[in-house]
């Protein structure tokens, strides 16, 4: 089976590439890179001061028809079967991009700056926005602050959001269903009822923090397409953090699987309750992508390795470093349609 993932590497200097497409070709025995494509830097990279990520790098990559749709941080590029870039959509809104859902019509877009999922069409059109912190019924829930407005300026560059509040939510996922969206916040600011929590280490320095006592949470939401009174949008499940994101979101059934990335694990939630946690070797894992008969997949850094896991047993069948930069990491993994 072949699988596309998109990358990024930290820390490098501005005149280096900072992530790449790569094809894998995944086994059980083995998997290896049978293609590699390097795409422009984004264009904001040179103002951008986190030398962890930031703009650097690639962010997601899905497929639509015979396009490969793959995002930098605020760009979204459609690859021909060449290779080459064929449209590039960008957006005040989209900023941080974690994740891409294309689709003949278009493509949602997980900018985790603006705490939203963006609709754009293939001309560049904004038709749609899910934005969680919007949402009464979630904010309640979740106890969030208040979020400026997408109008209030821009999101995609990352010295206009030098001072202002950004990334509340921490976005970076979400999945279509027949009649909603589920979406995961890996590190959402909540309202410390009891006030004894500070701002955490993680925004220190990024911007001023709302007035009072915040803590972080991983969340996953569930955003109804039609606002029915009998259908409002709802938190699925939400436990503290005191590591760094979670990441991804698959269905199983009733079970939904997320990435506990901070405490390298897979999670399994029903009922809005965990479980089953199964660790995953190595450090920060990202993407996940269903192999069948009961396999998942993920990736994890330092070094660069493919995960083959067995859900049945909690076990690690197949575990693959492969050649890579020291400090690069997958951002996305997805499938690869039939053929390739």
């Not at 698959?250 to 699987?257: A, K």
């Not at 660790?279 to 069948?292: K, Q, T, W, Y």
């Not at 993920?298 to 995960?307: D, E, F, G, K, R």
């Amino acid at each position: 089976m072949r699988l596309a993932a998109t990358t990024v590497v930290r820390n490098v200097p501005a005149d280096v590439s900072s992530g790449r497409l790569i094809i894998l070709e995944v086994s059980n025995e083995r998997t290896r890179v049978v293609e590699e494509v390097r795409l422009s830097e984004n264009p904001y990279r040179s103002r951008d001061l986190n030398p962890r990520g930031g703009t650097r790098g690639l962010r997601a990559v899905a497929f639509c028809g015979d396009r490969i749709v793959v995002a930098d941080a605020t760009r979204v590029l459609s690859l021909d079967g060449s290779r080459a870039v064929t449209s590039e959509l960008s957006h005040p809104w989209l900023g941080l991009i974690h994740a891409v859902l294309p689709d003949p019509d278009g493509v949602w877009v997980v900018s985790t700056s603006a705490d939203a999922v963006v609709r754009l069409d293939w001309s560049g059109e904004v038709v749609g926005v899910v934005r969680p912190v919007d949402l009464a019924d979630i904010v309640e829930a979740l106890g969030l602050p208040s979020a400026d407005p997408l109008s209030a300026g821009r999101f995609d560059d990352p010295s206009a959001l030098q001072g202002r509040p950004h990334g509340l939510t921490h976005l970076n996922c979400a999945i279509l269903t027949s009649d909603a969206m589920i979406v995961g916040l890996g590190r959402a600011l909540v309202r410390d009822r009891a006030g004894q929590a500070a701002l955490d280490a993680y925004r220190q320095g990024n911007w001023t923090a709302p007035p009072g006592s915040w803590r972080a949470r991983h969340a996953i939401v569930r955003v109804p397409f039609a606002s029915l009174a009998n259908d409002p949008p709802a938190v699925l499940w939400q436990q503290p953090v005191a590591t760094m994101p979670g990441h991804e979101v698959w269905l199983e059934g009733r079970r939904i699987w997320t990435i506990d990335s901070g405490g390298s694990a897979l999670i399994a939630i029903e009922d809005s309750r965990q479980v089953s946690r199964i660790p995953v070797a190595g450090s920060f894992p990202r993407g996940l992508v269903d192999l069948g008969a009961g396999l998942l997949v993920v990736a994890t850094q330092h070094p660069l390795t493919v995960h083959i896991i067995d859900l049945a047993t909690g076990r690690t069948v197949g575990s693959h470093p492969l050649a890579s930069d020291e400090d690069e990491s997958i951002t996305c993994l997805t499938r690869c349609p039939e053929g390739w």
